[in-house]
């Protein structure tokens, strides 16, 4: 498990670059031993590490990350914290008893997360306004409609919108048909994350800046240990928990389970009067392609519009200035196909950030030695999912067990994947097909 690759910080990620900065922690320097150690400080680490300082108070918590915690995948996702999600096809009762669960985990990491949030009183500009899943084509209204009907026999609350009350509600005449569903919450992903290290119990010692480069399970004194490999230094730990998403491939987690996918995404300056008057001075709103390679698109509480509508098989851990702005010319077009007044110039931050993708939609919930575990693999819904698998996690390592821990492992495991290089070439031919039949919706 050598020659680990991390991406490094930048100054690209727009909710990052918007809030205030802060410090960086120490790195990992000697020889260091803990009793448990957490690797990776996104939503899960953070949780995971969170939940286990506060289930064994007199034990010393260590969490890594490669770069500064919480600016990785975190906070470069898009702001959804969602409940109920657009699958196509699950009408069947087999299919609507398996929804329903999906559905109930969503809902379960959506309210751990808000328990978090009020609690501790974290300002990451909660909004309980819901979300729209729309198209702009007549090919993905039948989409729509199956999901409209799903809901129903779900009972769970959302408005059809269509015409005038589309276009007031978004500022656009883009789109032909919406589904406005009420349980979705909007937030900035960076405060968010930036909260979760805020909270964190003086039993965590958080070190950024270095990344694994090896891990290994050893025996000492009879006893397994964990011995994590850093830059400047080792870990020795009890116990290991690893919370690396899409990066678990990269250390012979789940390598033919789940794989990544690099997306980019744009955040315009604060739209001027003018030009809020122009669309019609809508209240914020977050829509959702109907098409799963449609565009992302939000408009914020500060009148920023967010856009992501790309996503693809990269090398590379992180993208140059050079491609980022081709990405950047795919975003303004995307925009301006929905409100062309504005300025080819709006854009003012343009980033890239990984997730993790199983091929059945599944997630990573597993021991993989006798003190060591694993979460991850949210297949682009990872806020609440994230915190939860957190939460739980850190539970089930300690023994522990709880009805959340029942409905995880009673979900479906991720499946196998074909092996490299033939399964970059099948995601890449994917996408691509994808990409040409969602060109109305980009």
């Given at each position: 498990m050598n020659n680990i690759k991390t991406p490094k910080n930048d100054n690209t990620c727009g909710w990052s670059e918007i809030i205030a900065s802060r410090a960086s922690c120490a790195q990992v320097l000697g020889n260091i031993k803990t009793d448990w150690l957490v690797v990776g400080a996104g939503y899960t680490g953070l949780s995971a590490a969170r939940s286990l300082a506060l289930l064994h108070p007199?034990?010393?918590?260590?969490?890594?990350?490669?770069?500064?915690?919480?600016?990785?995948?975190?906070?470069?996702?898009?702001?959804?914290?969602?409940?109920?999600?657009?699958?196509?096809?699950?009408?069947?009762?087999?299919?609507?008893?398996?929804?329903?669960?999906?559905?109930q985990l969503n809902k379960a990491g959506l309210e751990a997360t808000?328990?978090?949030?009020?609690?501790?009183?974290?300002?990451?500009?909660w909004s309980e306004i819901g979300k729209i899943h729309a198209t702009a084509t007549v090919k993905n209204e039948q989409k729509l409609q199956r999901f409209s009907e799903t809901l129903e026999q779900l009972n769970l609350t959302h408005n059809v919108l269509s015409g005038a009350t589309l276009k007031n509600r978004l500022g656009t005449n883009y789109y032909r048909l919406g589904i406005e569903t009420k349980g979705a919450v909007m937030l900035q992903p960076a405060s968010l994350a930036r909260g979760?290290?805020?909270?964190?119990?003086?039993?965590?010692?958080?070190?950024?800046?270095?990344?694994?480069?090896?891990?290994?399970?050893?025996?000492?004194?009879?006893?397994?240990?964990?011995?994590?490999?850093?830059?400047?230094?080792?870990?020795?730990?009890?116990?290991?928990?690893?919370?690396?998403?899409?990066?678990?491939?990269?250390?012979?987690?789940?390598?033919?389970?789940?794989?990544?996918?690099?997306?980019?995404?744009?955040l315009t300056r604060p739209l001027s009067d003018a030009e809020y008057q122009s669309i019609g001075q809508p209240s914020q709103w977050g829509l959702l392609s109907a098409h799963a390679m449609g565009a992302t698109v939000r408009l914020t509480q500060d009148k920023r519009l967010m856009i992501r509508n790309t996503a693809e098989v990269w090398g590379p851990m992180s993208m140059s200035a050079a491609d980022l702005n081709q990405r950047k010319a795919t975003h303004i077009d995307g925009l301006r196909k929905r409100f062309p007044q504005l300025a080819a110039d709006a854009i003012e931050y343009t980033w890239s950030g990984i997730t993790c993708i199983s091929k059945n939609n599944a997630n990573v919930f597993s021991q993989i030695d006798k003190h060591a575990f694993a979460a991850g693999c949210y297949n682009g819904g990872g806020i609440g999912l994230g915190i939860l698998y957190g939460q739980q996690i850190a539970l089930y390592a300690s023994g522990g067990t709880s009805d959340k821990i029942s409905l995880i492992q009673n979900r479906p495991k991720p499946k196998k994947l074909p092996s490299p290089p033939f399964l970059n070439w099948g995601v890449a031919l994917r996408l691509k097909k994808d990409r040409y039949f969602a060109k109305t919706e980009r």
């Open positions: 007199n034990k010393r918590i260590v969490l890594i990350d490669g770069q500064k915690a919480g600016e990785g995948a975190s906070a470069r996702n898009s702001g959804y914290l969602v409940d109920s999600t657009l699958n196509d096809g699950h009408l069947s009762d087999t299919g609507l008893s398996a929804y329903q669960q999906k559905y808000k328990v978090l949030v009020e609690q501790h009183k974290i300002l990451c500009n979760l290290i805020d909270i964190l119990p003086e039993n965590v010692t958080l070190f950024e800046h270095s990344p694994m480069l090896e891990w290994q399970s050893t025996r000492m004194n009879g006893n397994q240990r964990y011995q994590v490999t850093c830059p400047g230094g080792t870990i020795t730990a009890n116990g290991i928990i690893f919370a690396v998403n899409g990066f678990m491939p990269a250390i012979g987690l789940n390598r033919n389970r789940v794989f990544p996918l690099t997306l980019t995404a744009s």
